[in-house]
């Protein structure tokens, strides 16, 4: 029995078209949605991008998000984090679910904000950028003031009339959002900015930072918690003071500014002292230096009047030293008197026992005279000696005798020379077979050089010559098996 085809007029589609359909459905429907879960199962892969899903009391969908959107997010994926995830729903048709591609992520409620705020104190404060050894000392009385704040509102106001009324100072206001998208980034830049500056520009460099915002909530203030921004702080070579809401209120960058200000009118209180303070308060050490100088020299002038009181009279103790003067001078004299009779009679006896001059310098004469006597008997022997082994020698027999045997080497070479001279002579090379031809005064020496149909000379042994033509055939054949010579005929005239 055959089975039963049912049929249908619903058309037969492949799954990957349906998983396509699928996809376009959603993709159009939910083009745009924030959603709002819990985050479990945060994973990032090798590639830079997070997976995760989201979860409330009765679902939980997939989420991904790519490695552009994460890092530029402010918020990254953790799990247990409360957050609101804007993006688009799409289908993943490898495995058929359907997943939120998340463009934006924040977090949902005080309770995700704080969560993130204490995770990130305690990052930052393990790196040390909350150690008080960073702090740096806040200058007594900068010369000029950058505030990095919004140019409107009370706080800027506040600090300018603050500082108006304390101490005038010259003062430079980077203006940046303080709250909102970009505000971090503004702050950033605004305290990497006056950092920047150098001495001798046009915008002098400020002694002092002050950033300041009013109060707000937790929301409000976050641009002050980002981590960039804690971080600008920190890494300021220019003594910051961070102003951030009202007393009550703590931002991540009140840790690592150098000095933290419950209000930004307590700010500029900590940026520049009371003027009239500092004027009543000189006035008052003036005084007291004043004062001390006074009895200083008044405790001095009594010392010195108890001191010379215990001293003797100047003029006794002169006598006294005149005195003692007087008596070291006398017994100089006998003592040089005395040495110099002594070494006086020294001498004496020493000149008596030497010998006289006169008598020590004829010896020498004597001496020198005999010396001399036996010098030039010495020099005239050798003369004699030189002068008779000079006549025992023939000067003129030695001369004629090189002068021959000179002029007998000549003859020998020369002999030689014409001898070979005689065999190279044009005669006997002619006698020996050869013919010398000639064209015109020219000598021609290889076949090369005969043109056929020119007459040249011929010259033989004995100095017989005869002219002929050169018929223009030329032939070669081996001379030897490396060589080729060239033959040229020609004929007699």
Do not use: C
């Not at 009047?305 to 001078?329: E, I």
């Amino acid at each position: 029995m055959e089975p039963t085809q049912v049929t249908s007029n619903n058309p037969t589609i492949s799954v990957s078209d349906l998983s396509r359909s699928i996809k376009r459905t959603l993709e159009g429907d939910f083009a745009h949605v924030r959603v709002r879960g819990e985050i479990s199962g945060a994973k990032r892969a090798t590639s830079g991008h997070w997976y995760f899903r989201l979860k409330d009391e009765k679902a939980v969908i997939d989420a991904v998000m790519w490695r552009g959107q994460a890092g530029k997010s402010p918020t990254q994926p953790e799990d247990g984090l409360e957050v609101i995830a804007t993006g688009r729903i799409t289908t993943y048709e490898g495995r058929s679910v359907y997943q939120i591609v998340v463009e934006a992520l924040e977090p949902a409620g005080v309770g995700a904000l704080l969560k993130i705020l204490e995770d990130r104190r305690k990052k930052l404060a393990d790196e040390g950028l909350f150690s008080p050894d960073r702090k740096k000392v806040l200058p007594f009385l900068p010369d000029v003031i950058g505030i990095v704040t919004s140019p409107t509102g009370a706080v800027i106001r506040d600090i300018l009339h603050r500082v108006r009324d304390r101490f005038p100072r010259r003062i430079i206001v980077w203006p940046v959002r303080v709250q909102g998208e970009g505000a971090a980034e503004e702050i950033v830049t605004a305290i990497q900015g006056f950092n920047s500056i150098t001495h001798g520009q046009s915008v002098p460099r400020p002694d002092v930072l002050i950033v300041a915002r009013g109060g707000g909530s937790l929301e409000d203030l976050w641009a002050f918690n980002e981590e960039a921004v804690v971080r600008a702080a920190a890494s300021s070579s220019i003594p910051l003071i961070s102003a951030i809401g009202h007393e009550t209120d703590t931002t991540l960058i009140d840790y690592a500014a150098d000095k933290r200000a419950p209000t930004p009118t307590a700010a500029a209180e900590l940026a520049v002292p009371v003027r009239t303070d500092l004027m009543a308060n000189s006035g008052r050490l003036s005084i007291r230096l004043d004062d001390g100088i006074a009895r200083g020299l008044s405790h001095r002038s009594e010392k010195i009047l108890g001191l010379a009181r215990g001293l003797s009279d100047p003029a006794r103790l002169l006598d006294t030293v005149s005195q003692r003067l007087d008596d070291w001078t006398e017994r100089l004299k006998f003592t040089l008197l005395s040495g110099l009779n002594r070494r006086q009679d020294h001498i004496t006896a020493l000149a008596a026992g030497l010998p006289k001059p006169q008598r020590q310098l004829d010896a020498k004469q004597e001496l020198l005279e005999a010396r001399s006597q036996a010098l030039q008997q010495a020099l005239a022997s050798a003369i004699k000696t030189k002068i008779h082994n000079f006549d025992r020698v023939d000067p003129v027999r030695r001369l004629v005798g090189a002068i021959t045997r000179k002029l007998d080497d000549g003859q020998v070479q020369l002999d030689k020379l014409a001898g070979l001279l005689e065999s190279y002579s044009p005669e006997n090379t002619l006698a020996r077979g050869f013919v010398l031809v000639r064209d015109g005064s020219d000598v021609i020496t290889s076949p090369s050089a005969a043109t056929p149909g020119r007459k040249v000379e011929l010259q033989f042994a004995g100095g017989q010559r005869r002219r002929a033509t050169i018929d223009g055939q030329v032939k070669s054949k081996q001379a030897t098996e490396s060589s080729p010579q060239r033959e040229t005929q020609g004929k007699l005239l």
